[in-house]
């Protein structure tokens, strides 16, 4: 993380600026559509979005790193650990923890969304299927909706934060469910289906037909059909979604408008190859990232210019009541 960055951020503990430098990191390595859009906010704001990432990343490699030694109940049992350390307050060294605390503290994000997150994370060492759409919506609320509520407070808001939230966690839930279709084939490979089953059943689709899609690496038509009813659903959940970016502060915006415009993107590659979503994954190009990028970075400089940061206004740190 540059200096300009923490130093926006009034971090000036040597150790702290160690903690957060280590999120970027993370980020920057493993979460590149939400890192270049992370990008597009102002310096002040990045280290707070980085610390989420970080924390959240920590709790996904507990799931999902691979280690054939580790069984469910190790991987339990650190997550059990993680959670403790968070509601003590007490990092124990952990450079993401510690980053992760300081940011909570200094926006007030509440401690039940970190709480709901780390639950979602508990379901994935048991739960394997979703029954129907209430089921994975339980699961979806804390993996992705409260992403979006945590970073609230650090976007900005123009008024109430009950007016946005249901913009922000429905935003949270749009990337989670694009990632559900985009990763069917690596998902089945840990033994998770997140669609529900009775929609798939609506199309003669059940696991044993998505295994067979896997080993095949093509598709069924059927898990065709079945796919793009969840692409039609994920689509309206973006249309919604957007219409909420207009409720955060104005140097915010073109940072989730850029991430909106990537991920639903990823949508319409999935599309556009006809739903072969096994054997390769979908993505937005290198070039239209950048494009898409560079479009978003010019705006998000004019809205900082227009609305900058004052120093001594804590309602901008805390996300309380920006001009429109």
Known sequence: MTATELDAADITDPRLRESYRCCRTLNARHGKTFFLATRLLAPD????????????????????EFDPALTAADRAARLAVLARQFRAGNSDGDPVLAAVLHTADRYDIPGELFDAFLASMRMDLTVTDYPDRN?????IYGSAEVI??????????????????????????????????RDIDEDLARGRVYLPVDEL???????????????EQRIDSRVRDALAAQHALTGEIYDYARDGIELLAPRSRPCVTTALRLYSEILDRI????????????????????YV???????????????????????????ISEPR
């Open 45 to 64: 704001q990045r280290p707070a979005v980085h610390a989420l990432y970080g924390f959240a990343r920590r709790a996904d490699d507990i799931l999902d």
């Open 135 to 139: 089921a994975l919506h339980r699961y």
């Open 148 to 181: 979006g509520l945590q970073l609230l407070p650090i976007l900005g808001i123009v008024d109430d934060e009950g007016q946005a939230a249901p913009y922000a966690a429905a935003l949270g839930k749009a990337f989670q469910l694009t990632n559900f279709l």
């Open 201 to 215: 059943a609506a199309h003669g689709v059940d696991r044993d037909l998505l295994m067979w899609c896997r080993r």
């Open 271 to 290: 599309e556009d190859s006809a739903f072969e979503v096994f054997g390769q994954r979908a993505r937005v190009g290198r070039f239209r990232r950048a």
């Open 293 to 319: 990028g560079a479009t978003g970075l010019a705006h998000a400089q004019w809205a900082r210019r227009r609305w900058p940061r004052r120093p001594m206004d804590e309602a901008h740190a805390r996300g």
